[in-house]
């Protein structure tokens, strides 16, 4: 079984700077695209960053600038650097990645896996 563990989230003053982790685990054979998406509350679930399997990344133009997504193969593992971070930054940060798993055949279809989600609140 695949899983996505998140850590790195908590409470920071605006101008402040945040590193978000995701490390994923589990019977796994390849690993495709990763990223991150954050929800507010009220609003809907929005892209922020995505990086691909080369390294390729695309940026919600809010963040721009602010934040990079980078991510280490070796260790399975997305991360999100946060800087000049801003009130309107406050969400829930879930990760994401396109994962074939392991299976007795070898490589399994490909499918969408999430982590449990990490507040992020921008405040002072």
């Known amino acids: 079984q695949v899983q996505l563990v998140e850590s790195g989230g908590g409470l920071v003053q605006p101008g402040g700077s945040l590193r978000l982790s995701c490390a994923a685990s589990?019977?796994?054979?390849?690993?495709?695209?990763m990223g991150w998406y954050r929800q507010a509350p009220g609003k809907q679930r929005e892209l922020v960053a995505h990086?691909?399997?080369?390294?390729?990344?695309t940026y919600a133009d809010s963040v721009k600038g602010r934040f990079t997504i980078t991510r280490d193969n070796a260790k399975n593992t997305v991360y999100l650097q946060m800087n000049s971070l801003k009130p309107e930054d406050t969400a829930v940060y879930y990760c994401?990645?396109?994962?074939?798993?392991?299976?007795?055949?070898?490589?399994?279809?490909?499918?969408?896996?999430w982590g449990q989600g990490t507040q992020v609140t921008v405040s002072s």
């Open positions: 994401y990645a396109v994962i074939s798993p392991r299976t007795p055949q070898g490589r399994g279809v490909p499918s969408n896996y």
């Open positions: 589990g019977s796994i054979f390849s690993i495709f695209h």
């Open positions: 990086i691909t399997s080369g390294g390729t990344t």
